[in-house]
């Protein structure tokens, strides 16, 4: 278990290292400008109702917070999902695991973002999961076969990695569909 920590802190800190060095492909900041401009947005939706500035201010560090955790993950996940599948992957030094990172965390906003718009949609919350679960595995799909002639050009994924990978995508956005059904119990048992 204590292996597991300092990896996890070792890819943490030299992915924040390499991300606050300049020297990582442009396109790894236009996307943290994205998730920035995605962190505002989400943190003023949420504090609508009470939108003060050190409330926004706090709301605003929680989500960049959570979005570099999710990449870090997502960098973790690529890389144990490497030792698990035999050539899942041509190359697999640190840049290709960010790649992969990104894209898994792109995967799953997009998840967060169907199941935020469909949570009053579905009455039965076993429809609800069932439905996150398979647009979370096939957004991770179809996002990393979508991006094989753009960020991941000249990489060579198997098939059964990019599969391991969505079903991993599907079970952390059921995951997220779950925890987020737990938080809104307390709300309705107070109403």
Not at 16 to 24: F, K, Q, R
Not at 120 to 142: D, P, Q
């Amino acid at each position: 278990m204590f292996v597991f920590i300092v990896e996890i802190i070792k890819i943490a800190i030299q992915f924040i290292a390499d991300l606050l060095s300049g020297e990582l492909p442009g396109y790894f900041y236009i996307w943290c400008g994205v998730f920035l401009v995605y962190a505002f947005i989400y943190a003023c939706l949420e504090m609508r109702t009470r939108l003060t500035a050190a409330e926004l201010a706090e709301s605003f560090f929680l989500e960049c917070a959570s979005h570099l955790a999710g990449w870090i993950i997502g960098i973790l996940a690529a890389r144990v999902t490497v030792y698990l599948i035999e050539d899942g992957i041509s190359q697999h030094h640190k840049l290709v695991l960010y790649k992969i990172g990104l894209l898994l965390l792109i995967s799953y906003d997009f998840t967060a973002i169907f199941s935020g718009l469909t949570n009053k949609a579905f009455a039965r919350r076993n429809i609800a999961e069932i439905c996150t679960f398979i647009v979370g595995m096939a957004t991770t799909y179809l996002l990393f076969m979508l991006c094989r002639d753009s960020i991941l050009q000249g990489l060579i994924l198997s098939q059964t990695y990019v599969v391991t990978l969505s079903m991993l995508s599907g079970i952390f956005a059921l995951l997220y569909k779950i925890s987020l059904r737990s938080a809104e119990a307390p709300k309705n048992s107070q109403l």
